[in-house]
């Protein structure tokens, strides 16, 4: 069975979201049987390349919040991050376009090797001090996933390599319907949005795997939108 994820390093969702499914499929009787493809999924592709800011008053200013109440926002978020394990932190971390981290992606995905970059692409933006928008820490994250550094600087260095991988997953996504990540497809059966809980993950496998037909499944969840806003639930609300 073949599971696809659409997602973008800069959502915390789905930072959140591929761990609670990868527990979910921890406790899936078939998992060994299941392959994972993460595809990929621009939250702000129009975002001039080299165009960075810090994340708090960008909150602050596309929800109309102050800049506390922005920081409550990213403590939130990251409260829902240290509850599964992760590290998350909530001051100094900077935002852009992520159309060469894809790109990026794509090799390692033709090497092997994807899912190593992108854990480490996911640690050095939420929980580092290290920006996945430094072409050189890009390299670095690369070499750590065990991908050759001159090989990945020569897919930065090309604007065009990768990139046609890049927009038929952003397509297909649009295809598929998803307006938002993480977006996951089971076996072209059943669609799961958001940073949904562990045991749900656990349930949709075992679903798609007896063989049901595509369809949505589960309440709402946590997730960054096509327009680039990530919902941060209230505390005490579903996540």
Request: aromatic content about 8%; hydrophobic content about 40%.
């Amino acid at each position: 069975m073949r599971v696809e994820i659409w997602s973008d390093i800069a959502c915390p969702w789905c930072y959140i979201g591929k761990a609670r499914f990868e527990k979910g499929l921890a406790a899936f009787a078939h998992r060994d049987e299941v392959e994972v493809v993460h595809r990929s999924f621009e939250l702000d592709p129009n975002r001039a390349k080299g165009e960075t800011g810090p994340v708090v008053p960008m909150l602050a200013k596309k929800y109309g919040r102050t800049i506390e109440e922005a920081q409550a926002m990213e403590e939130h978020v990251a409260s829902n991050a240290r509850s599964d394990g992760l590290d998350y932190r909530t001051e100094g971390r900077d935002h852009g376009n992520t159309f060469d981290i894809h790109r990026l992606l794509h090799l390692a995905k033709a090497r092997g090797r994807q899912s190593e970059l992108l854990d480490l692409a996911y640690r050095a933006n939420f929980a580092q001090e290290r920006s996945v928008f430094d072409p050189e820490v890009l390299v670095d994250l690369a070499v750590e996933a065990g991908l050759d550094a001159d090989e990945a600087r020569a897919v930065l260095a090309d604007e065009d390599a990768y990139a046609g991988e890049v927009r038929a997953d952003e397509r297909e996504a649009a295809e598929l319907g998803a307006t938002g990540v993480p977006f996951f497809v089971l076996d072209r059966r059943y669609g799961v949005s958001g940073g949904q809980p562990a045991q749900l993950f656990t349930q949709a496998l075992e679903q798609a795997w007896q063989g049901r037909i595509l369809t949505p499944i589960g309440a709402d969840a946590a997730a960054c939108d096509a327009d680039g806003a990530c919902e941060v639930p209230q505390p005490g609300a579903h996540a």
